[in-house]
């Protein structure tokens, strides 16, 4: 029989309090790296579930890999269920705001009194400092983190097209609790580890900040930014579609020229070095402009990647469900929704000894696995029919 090997984080617990994206993505990491990550909801499920517009893919996205258990905190004996859970657990994950759950009884301070290995991941707007008590959003860091005033055309602040600031928070929630379970295979002993929408933000620009401290010229808006390259375009092409290409070192240059005939920039010596054309973008990309439009979208990418030249076509999100780079290798996971339905979604963008992370759970249902849970706490059968009659609990 073939070995199957067994995932990194097999064995470690996690109980997540988690809800819209920045902790259900934290979360997301652990579950499908291999622990057991079970996600605690109120009576009538996560309020994320419902959410509409542009939060309708929320849940589906970044609970998969997880179970559901749906408990009324505010009563006395839910409450005690749940943290006789965590009491077992290894890892916690919140991203309420501040105090919300140290008035329910589930701050860092009371959970580590009875289980000091715990490992608490608050996920929050910002770190400790002036601004700790606001309420943010992905878009309300975006817009005071200096992001989308460099996504936007001047004057025009723009939010980044996706969730991309929650997601990042956490993933560095993710990597800071995987840096307090190595530190307490030494140590014995759990911590509270942060990571912030805010902060995340700052790191993000964090490149433009060092540009300006270098230069001494603020960093323009990318619409007016100054490329560092002087090919990293979007091109229209004859069919109506479009293509970026990008040539970025000296070497991408001569192979360029010779691929598309350019001979008389090949030839020309003050155009061999980068900076001198970037000095001269205003005479070679209308000249670009014009050759590129003689090609339509597939015969200039097949050119382009003949060459080894950085291209891409412009897709859209929907485009993904067919990529055939993602369809071969595990990119894509075939899910069932909650509500009904299946889909392909994105599996975790790596791969360990040869192999992605794949689907062992479904997004849950509201309290799908509530029974299991707790009777694998001991809870007794006959308690939970009394706390599901109570509406304490919710069980499928």
């Given amino acids: 029989m073939a070995h199957v090997p067994s995932k990194p984080l097999a064995g470690t617990k996690v109980v997540e309090f988690t ?28 309020k994320t579930r419902r959410l509409k517009g542009s939060g309708a893919g929320y849940f589906a996205m970044y609970n998969r890999n997880k179970s559901s258990i749906s408990v009324d905190l505010k009563s006395t004996r839910g409450a005690d269920h749940v943290k006789a859970l965590i009491n077992e657990a290894d890892i916690f994950i919140e991203n309420f705001r501040p105090g919300a759950l140290d008035r329910l009884g589930f701050g860092y301070e009371t959970l580590s009194a009875t289980n000091p290995g715990l490992i608490y991941c608050s996920e929050k707007g910002f770190l400790p400092g002036p601004y700790e008590g606001r309420t943010a959003l992905d878009e309300v860091a975006q817009m005071m983190g200096g992001l989308a005033y460099m996504t936007g055309p001047p004057g025009r602040p723009l939010r980044a097209g996706a969730s991309v600031i929650d997601v990042a928070g ?6 800071a609790i995987l840096a307090a379970l190595q530190q307490r295979a030494s140590t014995g002993k759990g911590q509270l580890v942060s990571a912030s929408l805010f902060e995340t933000t700052a790191f993000f620009v964090g490149q433009h900040m060092a540009q300006y401290a270098i230069t001494g010229t603020p960093a323009a808006p990318m619409p007016a930014r100054i490329s560092a390259w002087a090919v990293y375009d979007v091109f229209d092409v004859c069919d109506g579609e479009k293509v970026f290409v990008g040539v970025v070192s000296d070497t991408q240059w001569q192979k360029f020229c010779e691929a598309f005939d ?4 090949l030839a020309d010596e003050s155009l061999s070095k980068n900076n001198e054309r970037v000095a001269r973008r205003e005479e070679l990309i209308p000249r670009l402009k014009a050759l590129f439009s003689t090609f339509d979208k597939m015969q200039l990418m097949e050119k382009l ?11 859209k999100p929907e485009d993904l469900f067919e990529d055939e780079h993602l369809n071969a290798n595990g990119g894509l996971l075939d899910i069932v929704l909650p509500e009904g339905g299946e889909t392909k979604l994105p599996s975790l963008p790596v791969q360990m000894d040869g192999l992605r992370p794949g689907l062992e759970l479904n997004p849950p249902r509201v309290g799908e696995h509530t029974r299991r849970v707790l009777l694998d706490l001991g809870v007794p059968e006959h308690e939970i029919t009394e706390l599901s009659a109570q509406n304490l609990i919710q069980c499928e």
Avoid: N, T, Y
Wanted: glycine letters at 16%.
């Fill in 262 to 265: 350019l001979s008389d920039w």
């Fill in 19 to 46: 809800h819209m994206v920045m902790g259900p993505a934290a979360g997301l990491v652990l579950a499908d790296l291999g622990a057991e990550v079970i996600k605690v909801e109120p009576i009538g499920g996560d």
């Fill in 170 to 175: 956490g993933m560095f929630g993710a990597i």
């Fill in 305 to 315: 990647e003949r060459v080894g030249l950085p291209f891409a076509p412009i897709s």
